[in-house]
Nanobody
């Protein structure tokens, strides 16, 4: 299984970036797919999730600024980030969860991509 994340970089506050996560080795359309981020000294936090049922959930801190999308045919999860702020800085990780009976039965993490927002 591989979750290959890309698209991170350095951007000024107010700018935009798009992250992509390409999955292999999983049945993509059966998995809930998420982006998490982690900053030094803080726990990894959920940014947004796209469920296998078609729902999308965002963290309150990114609502209205970030847009999550998935292309099941291309096995790709994308995160369009706009109006970026310095507090959005962190390493962004892609995650897949396969659920069975309401519980994750198989979870994988990508390697992470660094997003740095300068003020």
């Amino acid at each position: 299984v591989q979750l290959q994340a890309s698209g991170g970089g350095l951007v000024q506050a107010g700018g935009s970036l798009k992250l992509d996560c390409v999955a292999s080795g999983i049945i993509f359309n059966l998995n809930s797919m998420s982006w998490y981020r982690q900053t030094p000294g803080k726990q990894r936090e959920l940014v947004a999730t796209s469920t296998d049922g078609g729902d999308t959930v965002y963290a309150d801190s990114v609502k209205g600024r970030f847009t999550l999308s998935r292309d099941n045919a291309k096995r790709t999860l994308s995160l369009q980030m706009s109006h970026l702020q310095p507090e959005d800085t962190g390493v962004y990780y892609c995650k897949s969860d396969l659920y069975g009976l309401g519980h994750p039965t198989s979870t994988y993490w990508g390697q992470g991509t660094l997003v740095t927002v300068s003020s």
